[in-house]
């Protein structure tokens, strides 16, 4: 038995890395972990990936909250590894190192035309409209006919933050930039595109639900859309879920276009596979070819092409994961590889190095995933430490060695005591406004909250 605690380093506070943190906790292990993020806050998507108006998850930042706030889990924020401390040196003061960096960049298209001036990238608006401190504070919002490429809640989320009345925005936590900017939207029609049928989509039955319950818009289903083969029949028939996203879709179809009286509106088009973004140095169409189903819930094009004029147009396939410089990488599947959490390189394991979260599988799963992948990689962390594979040297001074290094450095980190300052400092911004909290988006405004500095001749 080792006469010190097992030191760990968990990478990212969102989600994946807290639960991650909180899993190794309840083992009962003596253990110390200290869990860093680039951020100068928690919470990683769950603060900066969700729409504002979505009231659900003040239930996972409570969760999330109330693991930090016992105390037994140190916090250290504005830390980015790889540019401020590396992966090796990290090595060196922790017996053990979980990356749950997550994923927070866009996958691309593949299709001509991707780069042109007004196709952005979906997880690029969401940050915006976030408040993400590394995004910049004002977005092109001039298009009045806009295409989102993708059938899953993000597409949702960025269709319904686009074409909602702002005044139902101005309640959330929404920051003052964002709702300045979306008051002078010319939004007009959203176009939602997926290239299989409505048994295949990514909706969940609530968004879509939401979404038709959003002040400001209408929503239009084409009938013609509703095909239906072999595997989709399945589907239908076996899934709770997807039976009750094709109900949803099946009502929004009846709705008359000729009763549609709101200002925008959203026209969700599916079985249509996007072929090329054009225009002449910006985005001034899409071109859609029209698909059918093959039997097997997969679709081939018909050569039914369509053109949309639009002025924009948003990619919403997918979140892709980001390498960390020294750790092994699959740059096909854009995670770190890994058995169960152990991360391997060339097919061996990787001694002291694991894995958990999007990072570890893919952008695919919800939170009850997220537990799921965190009890595997801490049960097989515990086997390794119970093999030997994994020693508490002591190496780390007990964390004070990193310190040392960032602090020798000039590397500002914030703390947990920080956060709750940066918190209650946001609570008072949305208390003059008339709601919970107002976001502060600048990260040097954030560090100096968190860190009681002075900042723009004002001492936090």
Same mark, same amino acid.
């Given at each position: ?11 990212g506070?969102?989600p ?8 190794l ?13 680039r ?39 504005n ?9 090796e040196?990290?090595h060196?003061?922790y ?14 298209l ?30 092109d919002?001039s ?19 686009l ?5 139902a ?52 289903v084409?009938?013609?859309d ?8 399945? &589907? %239908? +028939?076996?899934? =709770?879920? *997807?039976?009750?996203?094709?109900? $949803?879709? !099946? ?5 008359? /276009? ?28 899409? &071109? %859609? +070819?029209?698909? =059918?189903? *093959?039997?097997?819930?997969?679709? $081939?094009? !018909?050569?039914e092409?369509?053109?949309? /004029?639009?002025q924009?147009v ?28 152990r991360?391997v ?22 939170i ?25 040297t ?19 980190w914030?703390?947990?005591?920080g ?30 909250i ?5 900042h ?5």
């Amino acid at each position: 038995m080792s006469d010190h605690p097992l030191q760990v380093a968990v990478i990212g506070a969102g989600p994946a890395g807290i639960y991650a943190a909180d899993t190794l906790i309840k083992t009962g292990r003596d253990v110390k972990i200290d869990l860093f993020d680039r951020l100068p806050a928690p919470y990683g998507l769950v603060r900066y990936g969700v729409a504002p108006d979505h009231p659900r998850i003040r239930g996972i930042i409570t969760a999330l909250y109330n693991v930090l706030k016992r105390g037994d889990i140190r916090f250290l924020g504005n830390v980015d590894v790889g540019e401020h401390i590396s992966l090796e040196e990290l090595h060196r003061f922790y017996d053990a190192i979980i990356i749950a960096t997550g994923a927070n960049a866009d996958r691309p298209l593949g299709i001509p035309g991707e780069d042109l001036p007004g196709s952005f990238g979906g997880a690029d608006f969401v940050s915006w409209y976030d408040g993400h401190p590394d995004y910049p504070r004002t977005w092109d919002l001039s298009a009045s006919d806009i295409a989102i490429i993708g059938v899953g809640n993000v597409a949702l989320d960025i269709s319904r933050i686009l074409a909602k009345d702002p005044d139902a925005l101005a309640v959330t936590e929404i920051p003052p930039n964002v709702e300045e900017g979306l008051r002078a939207s010319k939004a007009r029609n959203v176009h939602i595109f997926g290239r299989r049928g409505p048994a295949q989509v990514k909706f969940t039955p609530l968004e879509l639900r939401e979404l038709g319950e959003a002040p400001g818009l209408d929503v239009q289903v084409y009938p013609e859309d509703f095909q239906y083969d072999d595997a989709s029949e399945k &589907r %239908i +028939e076996d899934d =709770r879920i *997807t039976r009750q996203v094709v109900e $949803e879709l !099946t009502e929004f179809a009846f709705n008359d /276009p000729e009763d549609m009286d709101e200002p925008r509106r959203i026209h969700i088009h599916l079985l249509s596979a996007p072929v090329e973004i054009y225009g002449d140095g910006k985005v001034e169409g899409i &071109r %859609i +070819e029209r698909t =059918r189903l *093959t039997g097997d819930g997969r679709v $081939e094009g !018909t050569g039914e092409i369509e053109d949309y /004029p639009v002025q924009a147009v948003y990619r919403a396939i997918g979140y892709a994961s980001a390498p960390i410089e020294g750790a092994p990488w699959d740059p096909i599947h854009r995670v770190i590889p890994n058995v169960g959490g152990r991360a391997v390189a060339d097919g061996q394991q990787v001694e002291g190095l694991y894995v958990t979260g999007w990072v570890k599988r893919g952008p695919v799963g919800l939170i009850g995933s997220t537990k799921s992948d965190a009890k595997e990689t801490i049960t097989n962390l515990g086997e390794d430490v119970d093999a030997g594979k994994v020693h508490a040297t002591g190496a780390g001074n007990g964390g004070e060695g990193v310190l040392e290094l960032l602090r020798a450095r000039g590397v500002r980190w914030t703390t947990w005591d920080g956060w709750e300052r940066l918190e209650d400092y946001e609570k008072q911004l949305g208390a003059q406004r008339g709601r919970e909290r107002t976001k502060v988006v600048d990260r040097e405004t954030m560090t100096a909250i968190s860190r009681g500095e002075e900042h723009d001749g004002k001492v936090f």
